[in-house]
C-alpha cells in the first residue's frame, strides 16, 4: 500500500508504464514474410487472398499486421536466399507460394519456431510437406490447388468421345506433377 502523496503519484506514474509497454508491445503489428516463386496472375490472386482473408479477420496492413514479400522470378536457386532474408526479419509466419518454395522453406524453417502456411501446392502429401491430407504437420498448414482429375477425365471423354490417347506434360522432377500424372492413369481407364 502507497502511503504518501509521492509514493502514490509514482505508483501511478509506474502503472502508466507499465501499461503503456504493454499496450506498446502488444500493438506491434504481427510481421509475415510472403515467399514467391515469381509473379504470376494466379500466384499473386493467391497472396491477394490471403490479405483480404486476415482483412476480412479484422488484421488492418500496416497497423495489425506487415507483410514482406519477395519473390525469385522462377529460378529456384534463388529460394534458399529469399527464405534466409525473410526468417532475418522474424516474422510470426511465412506464407509460401508454390511446391518449391514451401519445401525449401520447411527444410530450412526446420525448428525456427516460424510457422509456414503453403499454397498453390497441388500434392502436399506427395511433396512431403504434410503427413497426410488430413492434418498438418508441426508448425505447418496450407491450401492444394488440385484438380478433380476424375473429373477433367470425364469431361474430356465427352468432349473426344473417340479419343484413344491422353498426353500430359509433366515435370518427373516435381513430386506436385508425377502426383497428378498418376491420379490421371488411375481415373483414365
Given amino acids: 500500500m502507497i502511503s504518501s502523496k509521492a ?27 510472403i515467399a514467391n516463386f515469381g509473379e504470376h496472375p494466379q500466384l499473386n490472386a493467391s497472396i491477394a487472398g490471403f ?10 496492413e500496416g497497423k495489425d499486421v506487415v507483410f514482406t514479400e519477395s519473390h525469385t522470378n522462377f529460378d529456384a536457386t534463388l529460394v534458399p536466399q529469399m527464405i534466409e532474408k525473410l526468417k532475418a526479419e522474424n516474422p510470426k509466419l511465412i506464407y509460401t507460394v508454390t ?3 514451401s519445401q525449401i522453406a520447411k527444410q530450412q524453417l ?42 477433367v477425365m470425364e469431361f474430356t471423354k465427352k468432349l473426344l468421345p473417340e479419343a484413344k490417347r491422353f498426353g ?3 515435370n518427373p522432377g516435381e513430386a506436385n506433377d508425377v502426383a497428378v500424372l498418376e491420379k490421371i492413369k488411375e481415373a483414365a481407364p
Fill in 168 to 170: 500430359v506434360p509433366y
Fill in 51 to 60: 490479405k483480404k482473408g486476415l482483412a476480412e479477420s479484422g488484421f488492418v
Fill in 7 to 33: 509514493g502514490w503519484l509514482s505508483g501511478i506514474v509506474l502503472a502508466g508504464s507499465l501499461i503503456a509497454s504493454v499496450v506498446s508491445a502488444a500493438a506491434d503489428p504481427i510481421r509475415i514474410g
Fill in 99 to 101: 511446391t518449391p518454395v
Fill in 110 to 151: 526446420a525448428g525456427s519456431g516460424i510457422n509456414i502456411v503453403f499454397t498453390a501446392v497441388t500434392d502436399p502429401v506427395a511433396a512431403k510437406l504434410v503427413p497426410s491430407w488430413e492434418a498438418g504437420d508441426t508448425g505447418i498448414t496450407g491450401s492444394s490447388d488440385l484438380q478433380d482429375v476424375a473429373a
